[in-house]
């Protein structure tokens, strides 16, 4: 009797833990980026590089618009590769997969696996740009097919969020050669993301009934170069576990593959759909550019002129 009230008191406790798991993958989409007014892309690529060696992060996975592939975009992948880090598909034109249909998008990924034979540390993960799978469930399901046959799993992403468009408004100020704060521009970049990243916990915590290991979306631009290492800190300091992306990757959740069309805010709101929950409430505030863009000026990060 001691016995089995040990073993379901054991169970007890296990529970909370796996319900609160807070693990988290980088993921990095469409390196390797052109240059741009703040850097070149050498520098950004050395930047993500030291920063993420810096705070210890052991793999993050960089997926490839491989029509950036040149001689030297190809020595800057082979950077990531050679400091541990992994390549993956991410298509070569980065076209909408709604927009160009399921026989030229397959096309358009087989390019992109031919550009990426080459590469040493490319793992069988393909994402679609604008995480559009197709413009109806027959597309979708006849890409995933496709997918599959040249040796692909799904790239998903549990947490989206505008990264990139945090990244154009930087960058934009740097163009027009106005003052940026830079303290304030990290803290909008990482309090920005962190938000998101809590937002889809919870939206996995309510469909699933535990935090599963999440998959972040960010890119390879101008503000994961300054401020990815700022994020990990800020993560990790508030509970979080950096992991690998092949770990993220084995959840439960890479399993099941909702049959729904809505797959635009990553998998964890793709199966939240699925049970019922609309989508009006599966998008965080911030996903919009005019709601970016008013938050970024009100918080003074570029000085009015």
Not at 132 to 160: F, S
Not at 178 to 207: C, G, M, P, Q, W
Request: proline letters at 3%; aromatic letters at 10%.
């Amino acid at each position: 009797m001691r016995h089995c009230l040990k073993i379901v008191l054991l169970c007890l406790s296990v529970v909370p833990m796996l319900s609160a798991a807070r693990e988290i993958a980088l993921t990095f989409d469409d390196a390797p980026t052109p240059d741009s007014a703040m850097m070149t892309g050498v520098e950004r690529t050395h930047k993500i590089i030291s920063a993420l060696q810096q705070a210890k992060v052991s793999d993050a996975l960089f997926f490839v618009k491989a029509d950036y592939i040149d001689q030297q975009t190809a020595a800057r992948l082979k950077q990531y590769t050679d400091a541990g880090f992994h390549l993956a598909s991410h298509s070569f034109t980065h076209q909408s997969a709604n927009q160009l249909g399921a026989n030229a998008y397959a096309i358009d990924a087989y390019k992109a696996h031919l550009a990426l034979k080459p590469f040493k540390g490319v793992l069988g993960f393909h994402r679609f740009p604008y995480l559009h799978y197709g413009k109806d469930l027959t597309d979708i399901n006849q890409l995933q097919a496709v997918l599959a046959e040249l040796g692909y799993k799904d790239g998903y992403v549990t947490v989206d969020n505008f990264d990139w468009y945090i990244s154009t408004l930087i960058t934009q100020a740097a163009e027009e050669k106005k003052s940026i704060d830079y303290d304030k521009a990290r803290d909008f970049y990482v309090n920005s993301l962190y938000e998101s990243i809590e937002f889809y916990d919870s939206i996995a915590k309510k469909t699933l009934h535990r935090s599963p290991r999440h998959v972040l979306l960010l890119h390879e631009n101008d503000a994961a170069a300054l401020f990815v290492g700022d994020l990990i800190q800020h993560l990790r300091n508030r509970g979080w576990k950096i992991i690998s992306p092949q770990r993220a990757y084995k959840d439960a959740i890479a399993k099941e593959f909702p049959q729904v069309a809505f797959h635009k805010q990553g998998r964890v709101a793709a199966i939240a759909h699925s049970k019922g929950v609309p989508e009006s409430e599966l998008r965080h505030p911030s996903e919009n550019e005019n709601y970016i863009k008013q938050a970024f000026t009100a918080a003074g990060i570029v000085e009015a002129k």
